[in-house]
C-alpha cells in the first residue's frame, strides 16, 4: 500500500532562506508524486509532479522537488523564501488505482 | 471557467440533522472526489466517481453517500450528522484515464456539527 510521510508539521524560515520541506513516501508500484499548495481558506494548487523521466522537476512560484528513488524522497525546495510562500504544503502519491494519498502536511511560516 | 465550485461555504448543524454538499465542474472531467481535511491528517478520500454512473468507497466512507447526479455534479450526503464530522470538505476533479492526471480542487465547504 502506498503512504507519504512529511517530516515536520511546522516550518520557519527567514525571508530570503531556502526552504526545504521534506517527503518520503512508500509506494509498492513506481511512484507518481506531486506537491499540492494550500493558502488559507482555499482550496489545493498543484505545485508540481513526478511521473516519469527527469527527476529534477520544476513547479510554479520557483520551487521545485527531486524524486530520489534509493532514498524514497521527494523533498520541495525553494532557494529564496518570499512572504507569499506562507502556506500549508502537501505531499501526495497516486496509487494503483488512480487515487491520491496525502501526507499529513506542512506550514510554512515565512519570517520577515 | 469557474473550475470546481462548492456550496454552501459554511455550514453549522446540530447532531443529528442531514445535509448534501453539492460540487459542480465544468471542465467537462470524467474523474469526481470528495475528502475530508482534519489538523494533522492531511486529506482523506471519502468517496470518488471514477467516471459518471460509477461511485466507490475511499478511506473513510462511514457516515456518507454520494450521488454523480451527471458528468459535471458530484453530491456528498450526511444523512445523521455527528461531531466527529466536523471537517472541510474539498471536491475535486481530474480527466481520469492516467496516474498522472492533476486533481483540481474546490474552494471547500466548512462544517461545525454541534
Known amino acids: 500500500a502506498q503512504s507519504v510521510t512529511q517530516l515536520g508539521s511546522h516550518v520557519s524560515v527567514s525571508e530570503g532562506a531556502l526552504v526545504l520541506l521534506r517527503c518520503n513516501y512508500s509506494?509498492?508500484?513506481?511512484?507518481?508524486l506531486f506537491w499540492y499548495v494550500q493558502y488559507p481558506n482555499q482550496g489545493l494548487q498543484l505545485l508540481l509532479k513526478?511521473?516519469?523521466?527527469?527527476?529534477l522537476v520544476k513547479g510554479i512560484n520557483g520551487f521545485e522537488a527531486e524524486f530520489k528513488k534509493s532514498e524514497t524522497s521527494f523533498h520541495l525546495t525553494k532557494p529564496s523564501a518570499h512572504m507569499s510562500d506562507a502556506a500549508e504544503y502537501f505531499c501526495?502519491?497516486?496509487?494503483?488505482?488512480?487515487?491520491?494519498?496525502f501526507g499529513s502536511g506542512t506550514r510554512l511560516l515565512v519570517r520577515p | 471557467n469557474a473550475g470546481v465550485t462548492q456550496t454552501p461555504k459554511f455550514q453549522v448543524l446540530k447532531t443529528g440533522q442531514s445535509m448534501t454538499l453539492q460540487c459542480a465542474q465544468d471542465?467537462?472531467?470524467?474523474?469526481m472526489y470528495w475528502y475530508r481535511q482534519d489538523p494533522g491528517m492531511g486529506l482523506r478520500l471519502i468517496y470518488y466517481?471514477?467516471?459518471?454512473?460509477?461511485?466507490d468507497k475511499g478511506e473513510v466512507p462511514n457516515g456518507y453517500n454520494v450521488s454523480r447526479l451527471n458528468k459535471r455534479e458530484f453530491s456528498l450526503r450526511l444523512e445523521s450528522a455527528a461531531p466527529s464530522q466536523t471537517s472541510v470538505y474539498f471536491c475535486?476533479?481530474?480527466?481520469?484515464?492516467?496516474?498522472?492526471?492533476?486533481?483540481?480542487f474546490g474552494p471547500g465547504t466548512r462544517l461545525t456539527v454541534l
Open positions: 475535486a476533479s481530474s480527466d481520469g484515464g492516467g496516474r498522472y492526471n492533476e486533481q483540481f
Open positions: 509506494s509498492s508500484v513506481p511512484p507518481y
Open positions: 513526478y511521473t516519469t523521466g527527469a527527476t
Open positions: 501526495a502519491v497516486m496509487d494503483s488505482s488512480y487515487k491520491l494519498i
Open positions: 471542465m467537462n472531467h470524467n474523474s
Open positions: 466517481s471514477a467516471s459518471e454512473g460509477t461511485t
